[in-house]
Structures are given as C-alpha cells and as structure tokens.
C-alpha cells in the first residue's frame, strides 16, 4: 500500500508560479515511477508529468514543457512539481500518483498508477 498526500496548491495569478509537493508512505518510495495528473471542470483528466525512481528521467506533457520540473526527493519520500509562468488554462486539481510495477520507465498512461492521492487545487487568475 502507498498513501499519497498533495499539498501546495492555491491561487496565483498568470505569470505565478507553485510548487506542489507529494508526500508517499507505505512501500519504499524509491521502488517506483511517480507522476502528476489533473483535472479541469468540465474535462477528463489528463497528464501532466512522470519521473523514474532515480530521478533523472521526466517526461513532460507537451502543455507543461518549459515550464514545469519535475523532482524527487527519495530521502524524504517527497516528489515535487515546481510550476513556473502559470497560465489560466494550468487551472485544475491536481492529483499525483505512484506507479509501483514500474521503477525506470515513467508512464503517461493514467490506467498504469495504482495509487492516488486526494488532490490539491491549482487555481490560475488572469
């Protein structure tokens, strides 16, 4: 079992940045691929970015590239998604998630993480 807690979420304006953060407990968090996913109203939820246990492999959605870095901290059992020069459309809870049958390959396919956490909001005002 992996429990998975967002925190860092909140309201910024366009041209902002974040940082959201990912808490894991339960199984060794450096066994496994981690990602982010999220949601907007209204929309399916899509992709957003993946890393492999070791940390220097990520794969970015194209929306995101440039923009957003993905890190981990296998210390702490900790991933974080540093959001720079955010724009209203980035707008959407954003979920991470843990993918424990994978440790080099980082997936975008959302059906391949067996764990998610509960979510946190990313709300970008114009």
């Known amino acids: 079992q992996v429990q998975l807690v967002e925190s860092g979420g909140g309201l910024v304006q366009a041209g902002g940045s974040l940082r959201l953060s990912c808490a894991a407990s339960?199984?060794?968090?450096?066994?496994?691929?981690m990602g982010w996913f999220r949601q907007a109203p209204g929309k399916e939820r899509e992709f957003v970015a993946a890393?492999?246990?070791?940390?220097?492999?990520?794969v970015y959605a194209d929306s995101v590239k440039g923009r957003f870095t993905l890190s981990r901290d296998n210390a702490k059992n900790t991933m974080y998604l540093q959001m720079y020069s955010l724009k209203p459309e980035d707008t959407a809870v954003y979920y991470c998630?843990?993918?424990?049958?994978?440790?080099?390959?980082?997936?975008?396919?959302?059906?391949?993480?067996?764990?998610w956490g509960q979510g946190t909001q990313v709300t970008v005002s114009s």
């Open positions: 890393i492999r246990w070791t940390g220097d492999n990520t």
């Open positions: 339960g199984r060794t968090f450096s066994n496994y691929v």
């Open positions: 998630a843990a993918d424990v049958h994978r440790v080099f390959v980082p997936t975008t396919r959302q059906t391949d993480y067996d764990y």
